[in-house]
Every structure is written in structure tokens, then in C-alpha cells.
């Protein structure tokens, strides 16, 4: 029966052909894509006119297909409408349309036609939709189904927001992503007013310039009995702000907390390190804020944040105490990754990881950038034991040279990495020959020269 399906698609293709010869590139770029998996198409880049659209549309092979990726190819709302009116496309759960000309116009025709209504995931970021587009989306009585939506880069504002947060889609709605569309604080307040985003899982809400004001009103909103993930990179919600949430239910359930660029300082990591609201952290993200070795050591012996398995204090200027503290953790345990770029950090910060007693499972160490490590450093890294699981290591932008590169080269407890980053770091040809050569480093994948 597949064959003959086939067969039945390369006539299909056939007769288009003779169709649609200015279409030419464009089915034959699908046909191919489509042979090597029937149930996605992924035309990213291919720049596409609404008459391409138009002709994609009306392609009978695409009634198998579950996901639709349009990203970059100048898609406008003429071209959703073509899309919208397609009986081809009926079974499509994921479309992505991100980086793109679509308007308020594309919404509304999305949200009024049932042609979508197994679809479950819409990225529809980066394009040029407003409130009046969100709004749309949020009364539709055929998007059932939908539960992941990218919003992200539009300018939705605090109005289109409180439109998809007290509507009923937005209460099906699992992900939600709203980086940088204009909500700010007043977004905010209508959302823990309001909200029946009961069931969402993951919010983000990066780059909306979200205060501590902000989190006064989000903390305590008791709409996110769910949330599991909280993004809220490169806002100001500052040391307030952490305070709100430390105080909050809103930790409860949370495995992923996201703060980078938040203008946090010590107090911040000393809020979280001594809040159990979050016991439940796997993932806890505060790069590119101040927290120095004090919040780093806080951090490092919390009795309530021994379940995090990643952790990023990259750009926190934490310096070699900052990596000894780390390193004389008794509640890490569990940590497989850990990224301490541009930290200033030292090799006497990393001879203290290196030696570390409860840092045995990383897996991925990142280190790159400023952390003004040499040869001394890598000869650590190389002959820890502790360091034996590590699968990622990246060190790009220090200083090992080619001693450091030796070092690494000729490690016996290195053998189980995959990705290895050098880049920057005074190498020559000799030093990079070494590490390419390697009788020990065997299982290494990528390597990261230049």
C-alpha cells in the first residue's frame, strides 16, 4: 500500500509539473523533501510568493503531513490565507511560521477556519502582529487542540495579552511564549488578575522590560498551579523582584528558573538559596548578573537546591572564591552541567573543580571567556577524576597554549568527551596537530579549533 502510495504522489507531482511550470523549483524541492519523510516539510529559507503559497496549498502529498516549517521565506498574510484554504492540510499539528510578514490579517484568517484543527503547536514569533491579532487568536472556536504558542518578537502589547490569559484557548494553552511583545508591567497586572492559564507548564517572558513591580503582581497570581518553567531573562525585576518570587507559591512547582541579565546581586542568590518554594529546581539560570562568591556559596551549600542538575552563574564575576565554593559544595551532587563563563575564575579556581568531592557527575563544564585559564588549569581538567564524565568541555578564549593542548591530548580521564571547544587560546598548528591526534581523547565528535 506505500508503494502505491507513492506511485500515487509522483503522479500527483506529475501532473503539477505540467501545471505549474513557473512552480517548478518549488515542487520539486518538496517532492524530495517529502520522499525523505512523509509527514514533514520544512521549506526554511525558500523564499516563497503568495502564488507559491498558493500552489503549496493545493499539493494533495501534503495531506500526510503533521508538520509545516515556514520560517524565513517572506510568508505574508495573503500567503496564509492560501494556507488556511487548503484541504490538504487538515492533519497538520505543528506549523511554524517564525521571521516572516504575517500581520494581524494572517491571525484572524488562522483562528476562523477549521483547516487547523488538530494543530497543536503555532511558532508564529517574529513577524508583525499586533493586540488585534492576539485578540483574534484568543476568541477562536476551532484552535482546540492548540497548546504550544510562540508569540515571541510581535508587538501584542499588555492588550493582546489579556485577551489570550482570560480566554478559553488560553486556558488550553501549555507553552506560552511571549519574549519581548511589549506587555510590561501593566501586561503583567492583567494577567494575575485575570489569568485562566491553569494549565500552562512554560512561560517566558523575557525582554519585556518586567520590574519588580512586575513580580509583585505575577508572584502571587494563583493562575500557574502547573507552571514548571519561568523565563525571565534580560528584564530589571532586580533583587525586589527575586524577593517576590522566593515569598511566593509560584516556586512550588517549578524545575526551570531563568534569570540572566536581571540586575540580580548576592541577596538574589541568597534569596533563592534559602527559599523552599524552590525545592523542586533541576535548572537555574542567573548569568550575566552579580552574585559574586558570597550568592555562589550560598547557592553552593543549599540545603533546598541540592536537585540542580544545571546551573549557570556565567558573568558574575565570582572569580577564583566563586569556583572554590563551588568546588566545596556538599549539596551539588547531582550537577551534570555547569557554565562559569567570563568569571575571572583563574586556574586556582579551576584546581579547585578539579578537586572537588561532589562535582563527579558533570558531564558538560563550560569555562569559555575571560576565566584567564593557562596550562596549569588544563593539567587539572586532565587528570581529575572528578571531571571523568565529562562529555562537553569548552574552554575557548583562555590561555592553555600548547602545553595546555598536550595536557588535554594525553589525559586518561578525558575519554568519555564528545564536544571539546579550544577555540582562542593560543594554540599553533603544532599545539592544535597534538589534540587532533590524540590516542586518548577517542570518542571526541567535534572539536573546536578556530
Keep these: 500500500m506505500a508503494e502505491a502510495q507513492d506511485i500515487d504522489d509522483s503522479l500527483e507531482f506529475l501532473r503539477y509539473f505540467e501545471k505549474h511550470t513557473e512552480s517548478d523549483d518549488l515542487l520539486y524541492v518538496v517532492q524530495q523533501k517529502l520522499e525523505k519523510n512523509r509527514a514533514v516539510l520544512d521549506l526554511t529559507r525558500h523564499v516563497l510568493s503568495p502564488e507559491d503559497v498558493r500552489v503549496l496549498a493545493e499539493l494533495k502529498p501534503l495531506q500526510r503531513v503533521k508538520e509545516l516549517i515556514l520560517n524565513e521565506t517572506r510568508l505574508d498574510s495573503i500567503g496564509i490565507q492560501h494556507l488556511c484554504g487548503s484541504p490538504y492540510l487538515t492533519q497538520l499539528e505543528f506549523l511554524e511560521i517564525e521571521n516572516n510578514n504575517v500581520d494581524d490579517d494572517g491571525l484572524f484568517f488562522l483562528s476562523k477556519i477549521s483547516t487547523f484543527k488538530n494543530l497543536k503547536k503555532l511558532n508564529a514569533a517574529s513577524n508583525?502582529?499586533?493586540?488585534?491579532?492576539?485578540?483574534?487568536?484568543?476568541?477562536?472556536?476551532?484552535?482546540?487542540?492548540?497548546?504550544?504558542?510562540?508569540?515571541?518578537?510581535?508587538?501584542?502589547?499588555?492588550?493582546?495579552?489579556?485577551?489570550?490569559?482570560?480566554?478559553?484557548?488560553?486556558?488550553?494553552?501549555?507553552?506560552?511564549?511571549?519574549?519581548?511583545?511589549?506587555?510590561?508591567?501593566?501586561?503583567?497586572?492583567?494577567?494575575?488578575?485575570?489569568?485562566?492559564?491553569?494549565?500552562?507548564?512554560?512561560?517566558?517572558?523575557?525582554?519585556?522590560?518586567?520590574?519588580?513591580?512586575?513580580?509583585?503582581?505575577?508572584?502571587?497570581?494563583?493562575?500557574?498551579?502547573?507552571?514548571?518553567?519561568?523565563?525571565?531573562?534580560?528584564?530589571?525585576?532586580?533583587?525586589?523582584?527575586?524577593?517576590?518570587?522566593?515569598?511566593?507559591?509560584?516556586?512550588?512547582?517549578?524545575?526551570?528558573?531563568?534569570?540572566?541579565?536581571?540586575?540580580?546581586?548576592?541577596?538574589?542568590?541568597?534569596?533563592?538559596?534559602?527559599?523552599?518554594?524552590?525545592s523542586k529546581l533541576r535548572r537555574l539560570d542567573l548569568n550575566n548578573n552579580d552574585v559574586r562568591a558570597e550568592g555562589t556559596e550560598a547557592i553552593a551549600q543549599s540545603d533546598y537546591l541540592r536537585g540542580l542538575e544545571y546551573l549557570d552563574l556565567g558573568e558574575n564575576s565570582l572569580a577564583a572564591a566563586g569556583a572554590q565554593a563551588l568546588a566545596q559544595t556538599t549539596q551539588l551532587f547531582q550537577l551534570k552541567s555547569l557554565r562559569l563563563n567570563d568569571n575571572g575564575i583563574g586556574d586556582e579556581g579551576v584546581v579547585a573543580l578539579a578537586a572537588s568531592k561532589t562535582l563527579v557527575h558533570l558531564e558538560a563544564l563550560y569555562l569559555e571567556q575571560d576565566n584567564w585559564i593557562h596550562a596549569r588549569g588544563a593539567q587539572a581538567i586532565a587528570e581529575s577524576t572528578a571531571f571523568s564524565k565529562l562529555h562537553t568541555l569548552v574552554l575557548g578564549l583562555n590561555g592553555i597554549g600548547d602545553e595546555g593542548a598536550r595536557y588535554l591530548a594525553e589525559s586518561k580521564q578525558l575519554g568519555q568527551l564528545v564536544f571539546l571547544n579550544v577555540i582562542g587560546n593560543k594554540l599553533t598548528p603544532a599545539g592544535e596537530d597534538i589534540l587532533k591526534n590524540s590516542p586518548n581523547l577517542t570518542g571526541l565528535k567535534t572539536l573546536e579549533l578556530v
Design 128 to 278: 508583525e502582529i499586533g493586540p488585534v491579532g492576539a485578540k483574534a487568536l484568543s476568541m477562536s472556536v476551532t484552535l482546540l487542540q492548540l497548546e504550544d504558542l510562540n508569540l515571541a518578537y510581535n508587538r501584542i502589547t499588555h492588550l493582546g495579552v489579556k485577551a489570550l490569559a482570560t480566554s478559553d484557548l488560553g486556558s488550553r494553552l501549555r507553552r506560552l511564549n511571549l519574549t519581548d511583545t511589549g506587555i510590561e508591567v501593566e501586561g503583567l497586572k492583567a494577567v494575575a488578575k485575570h489569568a485562566r492559564l491553569n494549565q500552562l507548564e512554560a512561560l517566558n517572558l523575557s525582554a519585556n522590560h518586567l520590574t519588580d513591580r512586575a513580580m509583585e503582581y505575577l508572584a502571587p497570581a494563583e493562575a500557574f498551579a502547573n507552571l514548571t518553567t519561568l523565563i525571565l531573562d534580560n528584564n530589571h525585576i532586580g533583587d525586589e523582584g527575586v524577593y517576590a518570587l522566593a515569598d511566593s507559591p509560584m516556586g512550588d512547582g517549578l524545575v526551570e528558573l531563568k534569570l540572566k541579565c536581571n540586575g540580580l546581586t548576592t541577596d538574589s542568590a541568597i534569596s533563592l538559596a534559602q527559599s523552599k518554594s524552590f
